[in-house]
């Protein structure tokens, strides 16, 4: 965690979650520089990897939840498949706290006591993980069909939310010489760059969830969100995005289908 009080990061909630279905929690990014280049997210999770201690680790972001009614079904998918390297979840992707998109599917449970020599340095991000640098593929795990609760920028408000995509940004350049879709190293230009893929991946966002059904852990946050902060309505979005019934179409095969395919072409 870095800084999480100022970056408004669900830091405590989230801790909860980990502490209620795992042996130890290691946390990592204290000493995470202001400025850094790309790769350190991954040498990050490598440092974090690198010291737990049991069979199975969970490689989770400080805005990972999981449902406190999948704990049992985690643990028994673990015990199932324990000869693979990883299990790939479903993520769900949120923006404001009444609806979501299945944006992909990511190896977070990784078999350290039959694979301690996991990397992670893969993707276009150097951060996925890798065996002899070759990428975990989420597509040839077990598939399990317990979702990842992902909130993002949620609880931040435009300021913490420009400052942050800003420096990442210069990290981004940092490591690949240019801005790519980041916008640029400047608050206002990088908070835009970030609103632009937000207002596209928003029209996806055809899932509905009710306030109860979201993991307990995290409830209390999201029914007291203000209108200063991204969740509330995604600065606005909520009120004026339309979604075409394809985004429905593609939706519904990524939740309903997708799955059972992966889980059959399994290799």
């Known amino acids: 965690m870095t800084n ?3 970056r408004n ?3 405590s909630e989230a801790l ?3 502490n209620s279905y795992s042996d130890e929690v290691v946390i990592v990014g204290d000493d995470w520089p202001e400025e850094f280049k790309f790769d350190l997210i991954g040498k990050y999770f ?10 199975w680790v969970f490689r989770m972001d400080i805005d990972y939840f999981f449902h406190e009614n999948d704990l049992n079904k985690i643990k028994n998918f673990l015990n199932r498949y324990s000869e693979y390297p990883a299990i790939s979840f479903p993520q769900y992707q949120f923006f404001t706290k009444d609806r979501y998109q299945i944006k992909t599917r990511l190896c977070v449970a990784l078999n350290k006591k039959k694979f301690p020599n996991i990397k992670f340095n893969g993707g276009g991000d150097l951060c996925l993980p890798t065996i002899d640098n070759k990428l975990v593929d989420p597509r040839k795990m077990p598939n399990i069909n317990v979702p990842i609760y992902q909130y993002d920028s949620m609880f931040r408000t435009k300021k913490i939310i420009a400052d942050d995509r800003a420096r990442f940004a210069r990290a ?4 690949f010489n240019d801005y790519g879709d980041r916008g640029g190293s400047k608050p206002e230009d990088a908070f835009q760059a970030w609103f632009n893929t937000i207002e596209s991946k928003y029209k996806f966002h055809i899932h ?3 306030l109860e059904d979201h ?3 995290i409830k209390n ?3 007291n969100l203000n209108n200063t902060q991204f969740g509330f309505s995604a600065f606005d979005l909520e009120s004026k995005t339309n979604r075409p019934i394809s985004n429905y179409l593609k939706g519904y095969r990524e939740k309903y289908v997708n799955t059972i395919l992966n889980n059959f072409f399994m290799k």
Not at 46 to 55: I, M, N, P, V
Not at 172 to 175: G, P
């Open 16 to 18: 909860n979650c980990y």
């Open 46 to 55: 490598q440092k974090g990897f690198d010291q737990c201690t049991g069979d």
């Open 172 to 175: 981004w350049f940092s490591q």
């Open 4 to 6: 999480p009080e100022d």
């Open 9 to 11: 990061d669900p830091w």
């Open 215 to 217: 993991p307990i852990y």
């Open 208 to 210: 509905k969830i009710k």
């Open 221 to 223: 946050k999201l029914e």
